[in-house]
């Protein structure tokens, strides 16, 4: 036993490892137990196996011939925490500097009560540009199963006229207490957190992560800014696709350099690192990561200039409209939705959005308005003709007692419902009847 004593100790002052031998496992933080110690024979056999991974050439090949290590490929530190050590690259970029068409210091002047409204569902109004994070995170694969590892996870945030990046990377599986240890200090003081995607996929999977290693959840806690959705919302039947790297090259000015690798062959590097020890592709996917955290960032700024701008030919204006209508903001709904209705790029667009418009003044007691609208949509036979023509129907009812009028325009509407529109029909022929009988001819 002493042998084998003297023998662990050897190895951890050579490469590095920081566990405490013993009974006692290591400290942890308040509030994460620490987890069971491992014997001395297998804390021997884990630093062994790291070691030969990353410090012995591969059998059979010459010195000159081995694949890079890690620590030759990235220019970072190992960083100590109190579940163990992982390492860290560190960045940082001046506020004025441009990432594709943007300055990334532009975030300060958004407008974040309404990006806030539009992007989260959450007011920002009150939030400071020091209060945000920007997350990314690559992972082992798609699912969000047990098996699925995030492996590195960027961090950006602004701090004194400088734009900071943090990027955790996971060396070894056995890491990965101290790699989610240290990336929940840095999250901790942001009170909104901004991905791309992360709601679905991002923030769940590193949540889960925090549960199998028995580490607090730290992420529901913040407001969240999932960019995808908006993006959607903004150029859904714009851009062939919303894909960030699609957004990068139509929207954003973005072209990024060779050094980057495209994102399905991310787990496979990661994966041949692992297992053999080549980091050769680590670097590649580093820039990757940071690039995806500048992006967001540059996104922001973007999604903010599009809503102030109002450009219908690069923007679905009725999109927008349509989503704070869902959301009960009405005001905005309305100034949308005349932007669309007036500069939309196909008649189609334009009806939809004065349609909606229509809505809007009705719900807002402006019914000549609305009526209006409905009128001109009826005659051209435009978008909801059945729909406009009951919404002329029931103000012609209710309000104007003009019966005979109303019934020629529900009878104008039963002749283009369909047989498998059934409950439409029976709607509309019931309205019919009521009709009659109110003029006394039913």
Known sequence: MDDLTERLRRLQRAYGAT???????????????????????????????????????????????????????????????????????????????????????????????????????VDGLDARTEDFLFMDLETTGLSLGTGTYGFLVGLGYFREG???????FLRDFDDEPAFLCHARQIMEPFRHLVTFNGKTFDIPLLEARFSMCAQPE??????????????????????????????????????REGQDIAGEQIPRAYFRYVHEGDARDMDRIVYHNAMDVLTMTALAVHIDESLKEKDAARTNLFSVG????????????????????SQGPSHQEKDRALFHLAMQHRRGGRFEEAVCIWKGLVEREGYGFVACCVEIAKHLEHRTLEYD?????????????????????????KRLRRLKRKKGTG
């Open 19 to 121: 566990r405490k031998t013993g009974s006692r496992a290591c400290d942890a933080p308040e509030g994460v137990p620490a987890s069971k110690p491992a014997s001395i024979r297998e804390q021997l056999e884990r630093i062994e196996q790291r070691s030969s991974r990353r410090q012995a050439p591969r059998a059979g090949l010459p010195e000159r011939a081995r694949p890079p290590r890690l620590e030759e490929v990235l220019d970072g530190k190992e960083v100590t925490t109190p579940l163990g050590a992982c390492y860290e690259v560190k960045s940082a970029y001046r506020e004025t500097f441009r990432h594709g068409d943007h300055r990334i210091g532009a975030f300060r002047d958004v407008d974040k009560k309404a990006l806030g409204l539009f992007c989260g569902g």
């Open 162 to 168: 400088t734009y900071h990046i943090h990027q955790l």
């Open 218 to 255: 730290t992420l529901r806690e913040k407001a969240s800014w999932d960019l995808l959705y908006p993006s959607r919302r903004l150029w859904y039947d714009r851009l062939e696709d919303c894909r960030l790297e699609t957004i990068e090259r139509e929207r954003l000015g973005i072209a």
């Open 322 to 341: 349509k989503y704070y209508e869902k959301q009960g903001i009405q005001g905005m709904g309305t100034e949308f939705f005349e932007a669309a209705s």
């Open 405 to 429: 009028e109303a019934i020629g325009l529900v009878l104008h509407a039963l002749e283009r419902v369909g047989p498998e529109e059934g409950r439409v029909r029976a709607g509309l022929e």
